[in-house]
């Protein structure tokens, strides 16, 4: 088994657990409504930030895990590319937007967990050490700007972070295809012929940019797309990605012994064609002089 991806499936399984446990907590409050928030009711708010400061715990610990999680992700991923390129002989540019993607996920996933972490620790600073009942009012009757401010502003941090996060599902869509893609075209072992995981990472893919599209488009009605986008991330999140990453961690182990037993009986020639670097009989053969030949 591959202890890497083996974590990087439990932590992304962890990671989402702790987030839903808490968005379901939050949203299902008696304390909690939706017309009062959209208001920015002053007295809602500031019991809204307490209710906030309740669950920080469960919110910034899944956020930080999912933040470690992508960065384990990266490990086997790579390795998958780099064995089914056969070592960097194979579909060259496939393979490397397969690393491309990863990386670039892992780096964006990452610095927007630290950012949402970063706002909502700033925010609730301020919730809890300012004054922000009245701004320039009747002090008999308190405004409550103080409080409207700092919601709006807390709500376009997450905003900025929103569009950051969402590149997750974009990447993993194009991992997914690409990883498939190479699969399907692959010749058998180094990973190839695993047509059954590779179609449950083309179909994760594809989930992955239907949520994608979700997550634009609920701006535009936000309760139904909002419930469909939760939906699809449930299901990739807490079920199909975890369990396809433990799928590769019993998989991956094996490819990548055997893609060294082939480079070391033919450092010469490319792993792709295992058979010309043994015998008749299945040993070894010594190098000879058409290896070394450039033909045209």
């Not at 179909?203 to 939760?230: E, H, K, P, Q």
Request: hydrophobic share 45%; proline share 5%; charged share 15%.
């Amino acid at each position: 088994m591959d202890w890497t991806c083996f974590f990087a499936s439990l932590f992304v399984f962890t990671g989402n657990l702790l987030l839903a446990i808490w968005a379901g907590i939050e949203r299902s409050r008696p304390t909690f409504q939706w017309d009062q928030y959209r208001k920015l009711d002053p007295d809602f708010l500031e019991s809204h930030w307490n209710d906030r400061r309740d669950l920080a715990g469960l919110h910034l610990s899944g956020s930080f895990i999912i933040a470690i999680s992508w960065v384990l992700l990266t490990i086997p991923l790579l390795q998958a590319a780099f064995i089914l390129s056969h070592g960097g002989r194979r579909m060259i540019w496939l393979h490397t937007m397969i690393a491309v993607l990863a990386v670039a996920a892992a780096t964006t996933e990452f610095v927007s967990r630290l950012m949402h972490i970063g706002s909502w620790n700033t925010g609730n600073w301020i919730s809890r050490d300012f004054y922000l009942d009245d701004w320039g009012g009747d002090p008999q009757k308190p405004n409550g700007i103080g409080w409207k401010s700092l919601e709006i502003t807390y709500q376009l941090t997450q905003g900025m972070i929103l569009w950051v996060d969402s590149f997750e599902y974009f990447a993993l869509f194009g991992i997914c295809f690409c990883l498939f893609l190479s699969i399907r075209t692959s010749p058998s072992g180094l990973l190839g012929g695993e047509m059954c995981w590779g179609g449950m990472g083309f179909f994760i893919g594809m989930l992955s940019l239907a949520d994608f599209v979700f997550l634009i488009v609920r701006f535009v009605d936000w309760d139904t797309y909002n419930l469909v986008s939760m939906t699809f991330t449930i299901l990739i999140r807490l079920i199909l990605l975890p369990s396809w990453l433990l799928l590769l961690a019993f998989k991956l182990p094996p490819a990548v012994h055997e893609f060294n037993e082939r480079r070391a009986a033919n450092p010469i020639t490319s792993p792709l064609s295992p058979s010309s670097s043994v015998t008749g009989n299945g040993s070894p053969r010594s190098p000879q002089p058409s290896d070394f030949t450039i033909e045209d």
